[in-house]
T-cell receptor, first 118, second 111 residues
């Protein structure tokens, strides 16, 4: 299947700093990528839809100024957690949708990023 | 978006066949059914997708009855490494990009 790479896999930062997480589609182009958040023992919660060349679409309750999303190319979306606080500590996962070929319309997920804010 | 219901947890033993049923009573005409597997601290992994009848790949089979209001993921001869959370998702993959995850089914495989 298609490969989505997410980096870093684990990050620890001090409260008040910003953290950038990268999501790359390695062998396909992705006009749309998605960012999820997952707390321990819970399901994935969709945060936002990242659209190449345009603004991201945020789900209700997600602060767009807190979670900055940039999708500058067809293979890269970034999520920046600005002025991180301990309550932002979570597991962040991205996904990308394949839009052509045998895997059309299937979403593939990155390995996730564990963010710990001290 | 279709309302999804699946068992919260299931137990099995190595070598057994496991069937996880998902209910999606208000599935729309254009909706596909997709199953993902997630291990702790990893991103979900695509297992199988189908629209109707039966789909089989090297990992699992997906059975969808004619009314499409439910679907069953079948894992043949599970092993300990199949212990994971399995998510059933329903969505119109052409017009609705979003995937909304439910609670999933936590499968525990015992030796």
């Amino acid at each position: 299947g298609a490969v989505v790479s997410q980096h870093p896999s684990w990050v620890i930062c001090k409260s008040g700093t910003s953290v950038k997480i990268e999501c790359r589609s390695l062998d396909f182009q992705a006009t749309t990528m998605f960012w999820y958040r997952q707390f321990p023992k819970q399901s994935l919660m969709l945060m936002a839809t990242s659209n190449e060349g345009s603004k991201a679409t945020y789900e209700q309750g997600v602060e767009k100024d807190k979670f900055l999303i940039n999708h500058a190319s067809l293979t890269l979306s970034t999520l920046t957690v600005t002025s991180a606080h301990p309550e932002d500590s979570s597991f962040y996962i991205c996904s990308a949708r394949v839009v052509e070929g045998l895997a059309k319309n299937i979403q593939y997920f990155g390995a996730g990023t564990r963010l710990s804010v001290l | 978006l279709a309302k999804i219901t699946q068992p919260i947890s299931m137990d099995s033993y190595e070598g057994q066949e496991v069937n996880i049923t998902c209910s999606h009573n208000n599935i729309a005409t254009n909706d596909y059914i997709t199953w993902y597997q997630q291990f702790p601290s990893q991103g979900p992994r695509f297992i199988i997708q189908g629209y109707k009848t039966k789909v089989t790949n090297e990992v699992a089979s997906l059975f969808i009855p004619a009314d499409r209001k439910s679907s069953t993921l079948s894992l043949p001869r599970v092993s300990l490494s199949d212990t994971a959370v399995y998510y059933c998702l329903v969505g119109d993959t052409d017009n609705t990009d979003k995937l909304i995850f439910g609670t999933g089914t936590r499968l525990q495989v015992f030796p």
